[in-house]
């Protein structure tokens, strides 16, 4: 079993930055892709970016795309997200997911999910 327990998340400004944690416990992430997923009130739940057990291959979701950064560090077990310009429609909460190997953009690839940080970006 995987533990997932996200951090980082607030309240900012657009324009603003944060970097989300997704820390893991249980078993080391070192084997597992990781994805990042929002969902905002009424809406689905939405891919915004993944990474493989290496790091070496990430995806990004257009809308975010040269403002979002995927990266990991397996020593510390922890999976970050740095966000960046963030806009209004930013606004989500946001959640990691992680399965063994490579990410996948579907929700349903994922084996494990953490609860949850919200991000609030105001205008």
């Known amino acids: 079993q995987v533990q997932l327990v996200e951090s980082g998340g607030g309240l900012v400004q657009a324009g603003g930055s944060l970097r989300l944690s997704c820390a893991a416990s249980?078993?080391?992430?070192?084997?597992?892709?990781v994805g990042w997923f929002r969902q905002a009130p009424g809406k689905e739940r939405d891919i915004v970016a993944g990474?493989?057990?290496?790091?070496?291959?990430?995806y990004y979701a257009d809308s975010v795309k040269g403002r979002f950064t995927i990266s990991r560090d397996n020593a510390k077990n922890t999976v970050y997200l740095q966000m960046s310009n963030l806009k209004p429609e930013d606004t989500a909460v946001y959640y990691c997911?992680?399965?063994?190997?490579?990410?996948?953009?579907?929700?349903?690839?994922?084996?494990?999910w953490g609860q949850g940080t919200q991000v609030t970006v105001s205008s």
């Open positions: 997911a992680a399965r063994v190997s490579h990410y996948s953009i579907l929700e349903s690839g994922y084996d494990y």
């Open positions: 249980g078993r080391t992430l070192s084997s597992y892709g």
């Open positions: 990474i493989n057990s290496s790091g070496r291959s990430t």
